[in-house]
C-alpha cells in the first residue's frame, strides 16, 4: 500500500502553538515581515503607540553581538528563521553561519541572499492581503552568509567549529530540551566570545515537554524563574561564561494591520571564560 503523501501546511499563523507552525507558506510571510519590513509599513496604525524599538528587534538582537564581540570573525545566529539578524550579523562580521530546524525557514533566508529580496503576502484584514516585498539592505555584503537547516539541541553533530558571538533570539523556550541546548552551546564559543541570548520565557508544553523547562513552574521552595536557572547553567563551574550585563527588549508581532502581539525578551550577554579560569 502506497504511503500518504506529506501534508503541505500553508496557512498557520506564527501566533498560533506548536512547532509545525513554523514550516507553513504563512509563517515564512510573517516573519520575512517581521525581520525586514520598516516601521511605516509594518505597523502604521499603531507605530505612534508603542515604542520604535519593538519594531527593530531583529537588527537590535544583532546589534547586541555587533556591540559586545570583541573580534569581527565569526558569527552563529542559532534560529535564524529568514535571516533578518543574520544579515545585520554580517554588517560586522566576515562569516555569518545562521542555522534554523525550519527548512522553510532557511529555503526562504537561502533565497534572500541569492536574491537579496522576495516577495511575500501581508494580511491587511481578513481575507484581504497584499504582495509585499522583503529587501536586504543593500550595503549588506550577503556573501558573508550561509543558511543550515540545524538541530539547537544537536550542535555538536553540525561540527560548525567555533564563533567570536552567537545569538540565540527568541529560541529557548522553543526547544525541546534547552538544558542541553545551554550546554553544548559552551563549545560554539570562542574563548573570550560572546554568547548573546534572549528570550521571553513564553514555555509551551506544544514545543517544550513541561518535565524539561528551566523556568516558569513552582518548586518546592517556591517559584523556579528561567533567569535564575540560566545563571545558574551557564555561569556555574561547568557553564564556561561570565554573565556581562543584561536588559529587557521589546517586540512587536503583527497579526494584521490592527491586531499585534507585544513581548519583551529578558536579554543577557555571557562571555565565554578561558580554559581552566
Known sequence: MASAAPQIIESRSV???????????????????????????????VKSFVCKESMQFPALCA???????????????????????S????????????IDFSNAFVKAAS????NGSM?????????????????VDPSIDR???????????????????????????NLLCRVPNP?????????????GGVFVIISPYSWLKEYTDQSQW???????????????????????????????GEKEMPFLIREHRRKYQIGVSHRMVWKRRAAGA
Not at 550561509?146 to 538541530?151: E, N, R, S
Request: proline share 3%.
Open 214 to 244: 528551566i523556568g516558569g513552574y513552582d518548586g518546592e521552595g517556591g517559584p523556579v524563574w528561567s533567569a535564575d536557572r540560566l545563571r545558574a547553567i551557564l555561569g556555574g563551574p561547568e557553564g564556561g561564561f561570565d554573565l556581562v
Open 87 to 98: 544579515f545585520e550579523l554580517a554588517r560586522k562580521f566576515t562569516e555569518v553561519v545562521g
Open 15 to 45: 501566533t498560533a502553538s506548536g512547532s509545525t507552525v513554523y514550516e507553513s507558506s504563512k509563517a515564512v510571510d510573517e516573519y520575512l515581515q517581521f525581520h525586514f519590513a520598516g516601521e511605516d509599513e509594518y505597523a502604521p496604525l
Open 179 to 191: 538544558a542541553k541546548f545551554l550546554r553544548d552551546v559552551r563549545d560554539v564559543v570562542k574563548e
Open 119 to 135: 516577495t511575500y503576502e501581508s494580511t491587511i484584514e481578513g481575507l484581504t492581503k497584499e504582495q509585499r516585498v522583503a529587501k
Open 143 to 169: 556573501s558573508r552568509c550561509k543558511f543550515l537547516v540545524g538541530d539547537a539541541c544537536d550542535l555538536p553533530s553540525l561540527k560548525l567549529g567555533q564563533f567570536d558571538a552567537v545569538l540565540a533570539a
Open 63 to 85: 546589534n547586541e553581538c555587533v556591540t559586545e564581540a570583541s573580534n569581527n570573525g565569526r558569527a552563529l545566529d542559532i534560529g535564524c528563521a529568514v535571516g533578518g539578524s
Open 111 to 114: 533565497d534572500m541572499q541569492t
